[in-house]
């Protein structure tokens, strides 16, 4: 089955700064990649997502890039803010079954 | 459009005992699937329901079973609860797409938080 691995699992960044998540995964027939926001005592919530026929994708301050030969892809948040501290969750799917990583906790220090 | 829906949002159960989670996904979702959230293990996916069939399933024992109505709405049943199934029980819903395996967004509701004691 689908293997995703994410890091780091920690990250504190500076207000203003940017911030990158990276996440491997290990079955080539997937073809979705969403990217969750879990803040504490929430639900996690889609921020953004990337098909695997597409490379690159924005939204505002937010990024995700895809290497489906090498099967990564990346999160980027640029103008970091306070309200980006969170945990945030990489997918991967094929079918439907969300196969998550193990979550980076970001930290924004003002 | 209302968001998912998740019932109750709290539960305390003793070991032994079964439990029923229920889920309303957001207005003409047909795919709801259940995960599974703990801080040792992640989010772990359960199953998933398109059309009142169980359509994927993750890797977790007989004991949790589910299924889907005609609307849409979903149950999710741990019977023989055990200490370890203490967590955060997710149900997310999406569009789906009827004899594809193309994945779309799946939207998650508040969760029910179960305590097996």
């Known amino acids: 089955g689908e293997n995703v691995e994410q890091h780091p699992s920690t990250l504190s960044v500076q207000e203003g700064d940017s911030a990158v998540i990276k996440c491997t995964y290990s079955?080539?027939?997937?073809?979705?990649f969403p990217w969750y926001k879990q803040e504490l005592g929430k639900r996690p919530q889609l921020i953004i997502d990337?098909?695997?026929?597409?490379g690159e994708k924005k939204d505002q301050r937010i990024a995700v890039t895809l290497n489906k030969t090498a099967k990564h892809f990346s999160l980027h948040i640029t103008e970091t803010q306070p309200e980006d501290s969170a945990v945030y969750f990489c997918a991967a799917s094929g079918n439907e079954k969300l196969t998550f990583g193990t979550g980076t906790r970001l930290t924004i220090i003002p | 459009k209302a968001g998912v829906t998740q019932t109750p949002r709290y539960l305390i159960k003793t070991r032994g005992q079964q439990v029923t989670l229920s889920c309303s996904p957001i207005s003409g979702h047909r795919s709801v699937s259940w995960y599974q959230q703990t801080p040792g293990q992640g989010l772990q996916f359960l199953f998933e329901?398109?059309?009142?069939?169980?359509?994927n399933k993750g890797n977790f024992p007989g004991r949790f079973s589910g299924r889907q109505f005609s609307n849409s709405r979903s149950e999710m049943n741990v019977s023989t609860l055990e200490l370890g199934d203490s967590a955060l029980y997710l149900c997310?819903?999406?569009?789906?797409?009827?004899?594809?395996?193309?994945?779309?967004?799946?939207?998650f509701g508040p969760g029910t938080r179960l305590t097996v004691t």
């Open positions: 997310a819903s999406s569009l789906g797409l009827a004899g594809s395996t193309r994945s779309v967004g799946q939207y």
């Open positions: 079955d080539s027939a997937s073809n979705y």
């Open positions: 329901y398109f059309s009142e069939t169980q359509r």
């Open positions: 990337i098909r695997s026929n597409v």
